[in-house]
């Protein structure tokens, strides 16, 4: 199991910054990718940001969110913080971590299980 604790979030005018951190404990070994995920009421979960958890550290980020949000992460301690930089109201939504674990199955084939955090709420004011 793993467990992901987040901080971070709150309520800031629009143009202003927030800083999301995530800690993932327990059964980290083999965790190949960490990042954020935010959702709205009554809409999809979708991809904010993810970056990898070896020393490519590579990234991702939704279009939306390009050029004002940054990833980071630290590979060995499987940590991951996301500053995010002029706050638009659209990016008022529920913040969540999650880490993507590689798994064997009972026939031996590898697939990635995903563990989440509980959730952090973030809301950016007009």
């Known amino acids: 199991q793993v467990q992901l604790v987040e901080s971070g979030g709150g309520l800031v005018q629009a143009g202003g910054s927030l800083r999301l951190s995530c800690a993932a404990s327990?059964?980290?070994?083999?965790?190949?990718?960490m990042g954020w995920y935010r959702q709205d009421p009554g809409k999809q979960r979708e991809l904010v940001a993810t970056?990898?958890?070896?020393?490519?550290?590579?990234?991702k980020y939704a279009d939306s969110v390009k050029g004002r949000f940054t990833i980071s992460g630290d590979s060995a301690k499987k940590t991951v913080t996301l500053q995010m930089n002029s706050l638009k109201p659209e990016d008022t939504a529920v913040y969540y971590c999650?880490?993507?674990?590689?798994?064997?199955?009972?026939?031996?084939?590898?697939?990635?299980?995903?563990?989440w955090g509980q959730g952090t709420q973030v809301t950016v004011s007009s």
């Open positions: 970056i990898t958890s070896d020393s490519d550290s590579i990234t």
């Open positions: 327990g059964s980290i070994f083999r965790i190949n990718t």
């Open positions: 999650n880490a993507k674990k590689t798994m064997v199955g009972t026939q031996g084939e590898w697939y990635d299980y995903d563990y």
